[in-house]
């Protein structure tokens, strides 16, 4: 299994609206990421799990909370979201290289999410 | 500051080379990266290269580092209406092998 999995495909959601994003790979995997990608823009990294421990927070408000139940599991949760946070959520993972070596990204499909 | 810069748009009759350019500042860099966005679809590696190469070369895709003039080019041989796509080029922050700086983004658009 060489996939990133998430799930939904497609979401809608109101600002009232408690919602999660899941998002699940089998490779072996131990560094999970969550990026947002605005339309026609380059992905911006929100946060990095390594060995299932947030390791990096971008500054990210707090309306988001991800979560890493397992080592091949990644979850975002969403809470009092914002029109602006309507984007494509794309997960991502790779072997974790830190320290050195490529550090490829393996990336799923993505949800897209739009706030009312 | 760190950054990396692309143009936005290139356009190329089917079965020409493309060529993809890419400038970056952080000179400290060990791997650069080459990744590709389909319309609707996440992104996917394409290809990377190791800062201490100067050619890469796999299939129709040849990548070439100046490092001298912090350059890096993707070449894609007999482009394909399956090429049409977004390329971002990537090289790691100082602080984080994690943490990517991202170009912008080449909409390639092939022309019949």
């Known amino acids: 299994d060489t996939e990133v999995t998430q799930t939904p495909k497609h979401l809608v959601m109101g600002m009232t609206n408690k919602k999660s994003l899941k998002c699940e790979q089998h490779?072996?995997?131990?560094?999970m990421y969550w990026y947002k990608q605005k339309a026609k823009k380059p992905p911006e990294l929100m946060f990095v799990y390594s060995y299932e421990k947030l390791s990096i927070n971008e500054s990210v408000p707090s309306r988001f909370s991800p979560e890493c139940p397992n080592s091949s599991l990644l979850n975002l949760h969403l809470h009092a979201l914002q029109p602006e946070d309507s984007a494509l959520y794309l997960c991502?993972?790779?072997?974790?290289?830190?320290?050195?070596?490529?550090?490829?990204?393996?990336f799923g499909a993505g949800s897209r999410l739009t706030v009312l | 500051g760190e950054d990396v810069e692309q143009s936005l748009f290139l356009s190329v009759r089917e079965g020409d080379s493309s060529v993809i350019n890419c400038t970056y500042t952080?000179?400290?860099?060990?791997?650069l990266y080459w990744y590709k966005q389909e319309p609707g679809a996440g992104l996917q590696l394409l290809t990377y290269i190791f800062s201490n190469m100067d050619m890469k070369q796999d299939q129709r895709l040849t990548v070439l580092l100046n490092k001298k003039d912090k350059h890096l080019s993707l070449r894609i041989a007999d482009t394909q209406t399956g090429d049409s796509a977004i390329y971002f080029c990537?090289?790691?922050?100082?602080?984080?092998?994690?943490?990517?700086?991202w170009g912008a983004g080449t909409k390639l658009i092939i022309k019949p």
């Open positions: 991502a993972s790779s072997q974790d290289r830190e320290a050195s070596g490529a550090n490829v990204l393996t």
């Open positions: 490779m072996g995997h131990r560094a």
């Open positions: 952080d000179s400290s860099s060990t791997y």
């Open positions: 990537a090289e790691p922050t100082m602080d984080s092998n994690y943490q990517l700086i």
